[in-house]
Protein backbone atom coordinates (compact mmCIF):
# COMPACT_ATOMS: atom_id res chain seq x y z
CA UNK A 1 0.00 0.00 0.00
CA UNK A 2 1.38 2.93 -1.00
CA UNK A 3 1.48 6.24 1.21
CA UNK A 4 -0.75 8.23 -0.75
CA UNK A 5 -2.99 4.99 0.23
CA UNK A 6 -2.84 5.15 3.61
CA UNK A 7 -6.41 6.65 4.39
CA UNK A 8 -9.64 4.98 5.32
CA UNK A 9 -13.25 6.09 6.48
CA UNK A 10 -15.05 5.64 8.73
CA UNK A 11 -18.40 5.92 9.02
CA UNK A 12 -20.03 6.41 12.43
CA UNK A 13 -18.35 7.78 15.96
CA UNK A 14 -19.89 5.57 18.09
CA UNK A 15 -17.52 3.29 20.66
CA UNK A 16 -16.89 0.98 17.65
CA UNK A 17 -16.37 3.56 14.79
CA UNK A 18 -13.57 5.87 17.05
CA UNK A 19 -12.33 3.18 17.87
CA UNK A 20 -11.30 1.44 14.55
CA UNK A 21 -10.63 5.49 13.45
CA UNK A 22 -8.09 5.67 16.36
CA UNK A 23 -6.34 2.25 15.62
CA UNK A 24 -5.92 3.46 11.96
CA UNK A 25 -4.76 6.70 12.53
CA UNK A 26 -1.91 4.89 15.13
CA UNK A 27 -0.54 3.00 12.87
CA UNK A 28 0.07 6.36 9.99
CA UNK A 29 -3.32 5.83 8.12
CA UNK A 30 -4.95 9.49 7.78
CA UNK A 31 -8.56 8.38 9.39
CA UNK A 32 -11.64 10.43 8.30
CA UNK A 33 -14.54 9.93 11.31
CA UNK A 34 -18.33 10.75 9.32
CA UNK A 35 -21.23 11.08 11.52
CA UNK A 36 -24.16 12.89 10.58
CA UNK A 37 -24.86 14.15 14.43
CA UNK A 38 -22.02 17.01 15.28
CA UNK A 39 -22.14 15.65 19.10
CA UNK A 40 -20.90 12.44 18.35
CA UNK A 41 -17.72 13.58 16.30
CA UNK A 42 -17.00 16.21 19.78
CA UNK A 43 -17.60 13.28 21.83
CA UNK A 44 -15.50 10.47 19.63
CA UNK A 45 -12.80 13.40 19.60
CA UNK A 46 -12.60 13.76 23.35
CA UNK A 47 -12.65 10.23 24.14
CA UNK A 48 -9.41 9.58 21.44
CA UNK A 49 -7.39 12.70 22.93
CA UNK A 50 -8.21 11.24 26.16
CA UNK A 51 -7.30 8.01 25.56
CA UNK A 52 -3.73 8.82 23.43
CA UNK A 53 -2.83 11.61 26.55
CA UNK A 54 -3.52 8.52 28.61
CA UNK A 55 -1.05 6.16 26.55
CA UNK A 56 1.54 9.02 26.87
CA UNK A 57 1.95 9.29 30.40
CA UNK A 58 1.90 5.81 30.98
CA UNK A 59 4.60 5.59 28.39
CA UNK A 60 2.81 3.20 26.21
CA UNK A 61 3.32 6.19 23.45
CA UNK A 62 5.24 9.09 22.67
CA UNK A 63 4.43 12.15 23.06
CA UNK A 64 5.21 13.08 19.40
CA UNK A 65 3.12 10.02 18.50
CA UNK A 66 0.37 10.95 19.82
CA UNK A 67 0.09 14.31 18.69
CA UNK A 68 0.70 12.88 15.23
CA UNK A 69 -1.61 10.59 15.51
CA UNK A 70 -3.86 13.14 16.48
CA UNK A 71 -3.06 15.41 13.65
CA UNK A 72 -3.91 12.16 11.48
CA UNK A 73 -7.76 11.86 12.57
CA UNK A 74 -9.99 14.47 10.78
CA UNK A 75 -14.10 14.55 12.30
CA UNK A 76 -16.22 15.28 8.63
CA UNK A 77 -19.97 16.19 8.89
CA UNK A 78 -19.23 15.31 5.11
CA UNK A 79 -17.34 12.89 3.11
CA UNK A 80 -17.64 14.72 -0.11
CA UNK A 81 -14.97 17.09 0.53
CA UNK A 82 -12.22 14.48 1.10
CA UNK A 83 -12.11 12.56 -1.99
CA UNK A 84 -12.25 8.98 -2.58
CA UNK A 85 -10.97 6.13 -0.34
CA UNK A 86 -9.30 3.20 -0.86
CA UNK A 87 -11.23 1.91 2.08
CA UNK A 88 -14.31 2.87 4.34
CA UNK A 89 -15.78 1.16 7.11
CA UNK A 90 -19.23 1.38 8.16
CA UNK A 91 -20.34 0.91 11.78
CA UNK A 92 -22.86 2.88 12.10
CA UNK A 93 -26.17 1.58 13.86
CA UNK A 94 -27.21 -2.03 13.16
CA UNK A 95 -30.44 -1.67 11.46
CA UNK A 96 -30.43 -3.38 8.00
CA UNK A 97 -32.49 -0.03 6.55
CA UNK A 98 -30.08 2.45 8.04
CA UNK A 99 -27.46 0.60 6.62
CA UNK A 100 -28.40 -0.02 3.51
CA UNK A 101 -28.59 3.90 3.23
CA UNK A 102 -25.20 4.59 4.48
CA UNK A 103 -24.08 1.84 2.55
CA UNK A 104 -25.54 2.91 -0.72
CA UNK A 105 -24.44 6.42 -0.18
CA UNK A 106 -20.43 6.04 0.97
CA UNK A 107 -20.26 4.11 -2.05
CA UNK A 108 -19.90 6.76 -4.43
CA UNK A 109 -16.81 8.36 -2.01
CA UNK A 110 -14.97 4.78 -2.65
CA UNK A 111 -11.75 4.82 -5.04
CA UNK A 112 -12.28 2.46 -8.07
CA UNK A 113 -10.43 -0.51 -6.92
CA UNK A 114 -11.38 0.63 -3.13
CA UNK A 115 -13.59 -1.70 -0.54
CA UNK A 116 -16.71 -0.85 1.41
CA UNK A 117 -16.70 -2.76 4.38
CA UNK A 118 -19.00 -3.44 7.14
CA UNK A 119 -18.55 -3.70 11.31
CA UNK A 120 -21.75 -5.17 11.33
CA UNK A 121 -21.98 -7.70 14.41
CA UNK A 122 -24.92 -9.72 13.25
CA UNK A 123 -26.52 -8.29 9.64
CA UNK A 124 -25.79 -10.04 6.57
CA UNK A 125 -22.85 -9.71 5.16
CA UNK A 126 -24.48 -11.18 1.85
CA UNK A 127 -27.38 -8.85 1.90
CA UNK A 128 -25.98 -5.88 2.51
CA UNK A 129 -23.73 -6.41 -0.58
CA UNK A 130 -26.64 -7.10 -2.27
CA UNK A 131 -27.50 -3.22 -1.80
CA UNK A 132 -24.06 -1.71 -3.00
CA UNK A 133 -23.46 -1.63 -6.78
CA UNK A 134 -20.04 -4.09 -6.37
CA UNK A 135 -20.68 -6.47 -4.25
CA UNK A 136 -17.43 -8.37 -5.05
CA UNK A 137 -15.70 -5.41 -3.06
CA UNK A 138 -17.81 -5.92 -0.16
CA UNK A 139 -17.00 -7.51 2.91
CA UNK A 140 -17.16 -7.65 6.88
CA UNK A 141 -14.61 -5.92 8.92
CA UNK A 142 -15.72 -6.87 12.75
CA UNK A 143 -13.60 -5.41 15.46
CA UNK A 144 -14.21 -6.09 18.85
CA UNK A 145 -14.51 -3.45 21.87
CA UNK A 146 -12.40 -2.29 23.32
CA UNK A 147 -11.31 -1.71 19.88
CA UNK A 148 -7.60 -0.60 20.52
CA UNK A 149 -6.96 -3.19 22.87
CA UNK A 150 -8.41 -6.33 21.10
CA UNK A 151 -6.24 -8.44 18.69
CA UNK A 152 -9.00 -9.83 16.24
CA UNK A 153 -10.66 -8.59 13.45
CA UNK A 154 -13.15 -11.03 12.20
CA UNK A 155 -13.38 -10.88 7.97
CA UNK A 156 -16.18 -12.10 7.09
CA UNK A 157 -16.45 -13.13 3.39
CA UNK A 158 -20.04 -12.67 2.06
CA UNK A 159 -21.08 -15.01 -0.78
CA UNK A 160 -19.62 -12.61 -3.90
CA UNK A 161 -16.98 -11.24 -2.03
CA UNK A 162 -14.19 -11.46 -4.15
CA UNK A 163 -10.37 -13.32 -3.42
CA UNK A 164 -9.16 -9.98 -4.29
CA UNK A 165 -11.20 -7.93 -1.69
CA UNK A 166 -10.62 -10.58 1.17
CA UNK A 167 -6.69 -10.75 0.43
CA UNK A 168 -6.66 -6.55 0.77
CA UNK A 169 -8.63 -6.60 3.55
CA UNK A 170 -6.97 -8.96 5.47
CA UNK A 171 -4.03 -7.26 5.01
CA UNK A 172 -5.05 -3.81 5.96
CA UNK A 173 -6.06 -5.22 9.52
CA UNK A 174 -2.68 -6.78 9.74
CA UNK A 175 -1.22 -3.61 8.61
CA UNK A 176 -2.91 -1.57 11.52
CA UNK A 177 -1.41 -4.61 13.93
CA UNK A 178 -4.24 -6.75 14.23
CA UNK A 179 -4.98 -10.23 13.92
CA UNK A 180 -7.20 -11.02 11.00
CA UNK A 181 -9.12 -14.32 10.90
CA UNK A 182 -11.49 -15.32 7.70
CA UNK A 183 -14.88 -16.73 7.99
CA UNK A 184 -18.00 -17.34 5.02
CA UNK A 185 -20.99 -15.01 5.91
CA UNK A 186 -23.66 -16.63 8.44
CA UNK A 187 -26.09 -15.65 11.35
CA UNK A 188 -23.55 -14.54 14.01
CA UNK A 189 -20.60 -15.43 12.26
CA UNK A 190 -18.09 -18.01 14.38
CA UNK A 191 -17.98 -15.17 17.10
CA UNK A 192 -20.94 -13.82 18.08
CA UNK A 193 -22.32 -17.70 17.60
CA UNK A 194 -20.33 -18.83 20.20
CA UNK A 195 -20.06 -15.98 22.36
CA UNK A 196 -24.05 -14.58 22.18
CA UNK A 197 -25.33 -18.36 23.74
CA UNK A 198 -22.98 -18.13 26.74
CA UNK A 199 -23.52 -14.46 27.72
CA UNK A 200 -27.61 -15.84 27.05
CA UNK A 201 -27.23 -18.72 28.80
CA UNK A 202 -25.50 -17.01 31.88
CA UNK A 203 -28.62 -14.67 31.97
CA UNK A 204 -30.91 -17.63 32.24
CA UNK A 205 -28.96 -18.57 34.93
CA UNK A 206 -29.57 -15.54 36.52
CA UNK A 207 -32.96 -15.71 35.58
CA UNK A 208 -33.57 -19.19 37.13
CA UNK A 209 -32.10 -17.86 40.71
CA UNK A 210 -29.25 -20.30 40.36
CA UNK A 211 -26.59 -17.77 41.51
CA UNK A 212 -26.05 -13.83 41.63
CA UNK A 213 -24.37 -11.72 38.89
CA UNK A 214 -21.60 -11.17 40.77
CA UNK A 215 -21.27 -15.00 41.71
CA UNK A 216 -22.12 -15.96 38.00
CA UNK A 217 -19.39 -13.94 36.99
CA UNK A 218 -16.41 -14.96 39.12
CA UNK A 219 -17.24 -18.73 38.26
CA UNK A 220 -16.39 -17.87 34.59
CA UNK A 221 -13.52 -15.10 35.05
CA UNK A 222 -11.60 -17.23 37.99
CA UNK A 223 -12.81 -20.92 36.93
CA UNK A 224 -12.43 -20.60 32.96
CA UNK A 225 -9.34 -17.60 32.92
CA UNK A 226 -12.17 -15.52 31.07
CA UNK A 227 -11.07 -11.90 31.31
CA UNK A 228 -14.19 -10.89 32.55
CA UNK A 229 -17.32 -12.49 33.37
CA UNK A 230 -20.44 -13.14 30.78
CA UNK A 231 -22.81 -10.50 32.66
CA UNK A 232 -20.35 -7.65 32.74
CA UNK A 233 -18.72 -8.08 29.33
CA UNK A 234 -22.60 -7.80 28.43
CA UNK A 235 -22.94 -4.76 29.97
CA UNK A 236 -19.68 -3.87 27.96
CA UNK A 237 -20.92 -4.86 24.75
CA UNK A 238 -24.75 -3.64 25.30
CA UNK A 239 -27.72 -5.34 25.90
CA UNK A 240 -29.47 -3.83 23.11
CA UNK A 241 -26.72 -5.16 20.90
CA UNK A 242 -27.06 -9.09 22.56
CA UNK A 243 -30.12 -8.88 21.77
CA UNK A 244 -30.23 -8.31 18.43
CA UNK A 245 -27.53 -10.65 17.82
CA UNK A 246 -29.68 -13.52 19.77
CA UNK A 247 -32.58 -12.63 17.28
CA UNK A 248 -31.09 -12.46 14.46
CA UNK A 249 -29.51 -15.92 15.34
CA UNK A 250 -32.69 -17.65 16.81
CA UNK A 251 -35.11 -15.71 13.61
CA UNK A 252 -32.28 -16.97 10.92
CA UNK A 253 -30.72 -20.33 12.27
CA UNK A 254 -34.05 -21.11 13.07
CA UNK A 255 -33.39 -23.45 16.32
CA UNK A 256 -34.59 -23.19 20.18
CA UNK A 257 -31.26 -22.53 20.96
CA UNK A 258 -30.59 -19.45 20.11
CA UNK A 259 -33.91 -17.98 21.99
CA UNK A 260 -33.34 -14.77 23.77
CA UNK A 261 -33.50 -14.99 27.29
CA UNK A 262 -37.17 -13.14 28.78
CA UNK A 263 -34.30 -11.20 31.44
CA UNK A 264 -32.77 -9.72 28.45
CA UNK A 265 -35.60 -8.60 26.44
CA UNK A 266 -36.65 -7.19 30.15
CA UNK A 267 -33.93 -5.14 30.84
CA UNK A 268 -33.81 -3.89 27.31
CA UNK A 269 -37.39 -2.96 27.58
CA UNK A 270 -36.48 -1.25 30.89
CA UNK A 271 -33.55 1.00 29.16
CA UNK A 272 -31.11 -1.24 31.31
CA UNK A 273 -28.23 -1.57 28.46
CA UNK A 274 -25.38 -1.86 30.50
CA UNK A 275 -22.34 0.50 30.91
CA UNK A 276 -23.94 3.22 28.33
CA UNK A 277 -27.10 3.71 30.21
CA UNK A 278 -24.96 3.16 33.61
CA UNK A 279 -27.30 0.66 34.27
CA UNK A 280 -27.42 -3.27 33.03
CA UNK A 281 -26.93 -6.38 35.45
CA UNK A 282 -24.12 -4.18 37.19
CA UNK A 283 -24.33 0.00 38.37
CA UNK A 284 -22.21 2.22 37.07
CA UNK A 285 -23.60 5.56 38.53
N1 LIG B 1 -7.54 3.23 23.68
C1 LIG B 1 -6.35 3.17 24.31
N2 LIG B 1 -6.21 2.66 25.53
C2 LIG B 1 -7.31 2.16 26.14
C3 LIG B 1 -8.58 2.16 25.53
C4 LIG B 1 -8.67 2.75 24.27
N3 LIG B 1 -9.84 2.83 23.64
N4 LIG B 1 -9.48 1.60 26.40
C5 LIG B 1 -8.79 1.28 27.50
N5 LIG B 1 -7.50 1.63 27.33
C6 LIG B 1 -6.42 1.47 28.27
C7 LIG B 1 -6.93 1.73 29.66
O1 LIG B 1 -6.98 3.13 29.91
C8 LIG B 1 -5.91 1.04 30.51
O2 LIG B 1 -4.84 1.90 30.70
P1 LIG B 1 -4.27 2.28 32.14
O3 LIG B 1 -3.35 1.16 32.44
O4 LIG B 1 -3.62 3.56 31.87
O5 LIG B 1 -5.43 2.38 33.09
C9 LIG B 1 -5.42 -0.10 29.63
O6 LIG B 1 -5.92 0.15 28.32
C10 LIG B 1 -5.94 -1.41 30.09
O7 LIG B 1 -7.27 -1.20 30.48
P2 LIG B 1 -7.89 -2.02 31.66
O8 LIG B 1 -7.11 -1.88 32.91
O9 LIG B 1 -9.35 -1.73 31.68
O10 LIG B 1 -7.53 -3.44 31.08
P3 LIG B 1 -7.86 -4.84 31.55
O11 LIG B 1 -6.59 -5.58 31.67
O12 LIG B 1 -8.81 -4.84 32.70
O13 LIG B 1 -8.62 -5.38 30.25
C11 LIG B 1 -10.31 -5.61 28.70
C12 LIG B 1 -9.78 -4.77 29.80
C13 LIG B 1 -9.34 -5.63 27.51
C14 LIG B 1 -11.63 -4.97 28.26
C15 LIG B 1 -10.49 -7.08 29.21
O14 LIG B 1 -11.28 -7.09 30.36
C16 LIG B 1 -11.11 -7.96 28.18
O15 LIG B 1 -10.44 -8.46 27.30
N6 LIG B 1 -12.43 -8.15 28.30
C17 LIG B 1 -13.19 -8.92 27.31
C18 LIG B 1 -13.52 -8.01 26.16
C19 LIG B 1 -14.22 -8.72 25.06
O16 LIG B 1 -14.50 -9.90 25.10
N7 LIG B 1 -14.55 -7.96 24.02
C20 LIG B 1 -15.27 -8.47 22.90
C21 LIG B 1 -16.71 -8.14 23.04
S1 LIG B 1 -17.62 -8.79 21.69
C22 LIG B 1 -17.55 -7.59 20.54
O17 LIG B 1 -17.03 -6.52 20.70
C23 LIG B 1 -18.12 -7.90 19.22
C24 LIG B 1 -19.54 -8.04 19.07
O18 LIG B 1 -19.94 -8.23 17.93
C25 LIG B 1 -20.51 -7.98 20.17
Known amino acids: MTENNKRIAVIGAGTMGRGIAQVFAQSGFDAYVFDAFPEALKSASKQINKMLDRGVEKGRMSADDAASTKARLHFVESLSDVGKQPLIVEAATEKLETKIAILRDAQQHVA ?92 FTLQDGVAEAKAIDDIMTLGMNHPMGPLALADLIGLDVCLHIMEVMFRDLGEDRYRPCPMLRKYVAAGRMGRKSKRGFYSYE
Open 112 to 203: DDGILASNTSSISITQLAAAVDHPDRFIGMHFFNPVPLMKLVEIVRGLQTSDETARKTMELATAVGKTAVSCNDHPGFVSNRILMPMINEAI
